[in-house]
Nanobody
C-alpha cells in the first residue's frame, strides 16, 4: 500500500503561483509513476500532469502545459506540482495518485492509478 497526502492548496488571485506537494509513505515510492488530477464542482476528474518513476518523463494536459511543472524528489518521497500563471478555471480539488510503473497503461487515465490522496483545494479568484 501507498499512502498519499497532498498539501499546499489555498486561495490565490489570477496570475499567482502555488506549489502543491504530495507526500508518499508505504511501498517504495521510487517504483511508482505519479500523477496529478483535479476535479472542479460539477465536472469529472481530469488529468493534469504525470511523471515517470525516475522522473525522466513528464506529461501534461494541454490546459496546463507551459504553466505547470511536475517534479519529484525520490529521497524525500515527495512529488510536486508547481503552478504558475493561475487562472480561475484552474479552481478545483487537486489529487495526487500513484501507479506501479511496470503496470501503468496510460499516464493520463485515472484507471491507471490505484492509490489516491484525499485532495487539496485550489481556488483562483479573478
Amino acid at each position: 500500500q501507498v499512502q498519499l497526502v497532498e498539501s499546499g492548496g489555498g486561495l490565490v488571485q489570477a496570475g499567482d503561483s502555488l506549489r502543491l506537494s504530495c507526500a508518499a509513505s508505504g511501498r517504495p515510492f521510487s517504483t511508482y509513476a505519479m500523477g496529478w488530477f483535479r476535479q472542479a464542482p460539477g465536472k469529472e476528474r481530469e488529468f493534469v500532469a504525470a511523471i515517470s518513476w525516475l522522473g525522466g518523463v513528464t506529461y501534461y494536459s494541454d490546459s496546463v502545459k507551459g504553466r505547470f511543472t511536475v517534479s519529484r524528489d525520490t529521497a524525500k518521497n515527495e512529488v510536486y506540482l508547481q503552478m504558475n500563471s493561475l487562472k480561475s478555471e484552474d479552481t478545483a480539488v487537486y489529487y495526487c495518485a500513484a501507479a506501479p510503473q511496470k503496470y501503468i497503461v496510460s499516464y493520463s487515465r485515472s484507471f491507471s492509478y490505484d492509490h489516491w490522496g484525499q485532495g487539496t483545494q485550489v481556488t483562483v479568484s479573478s
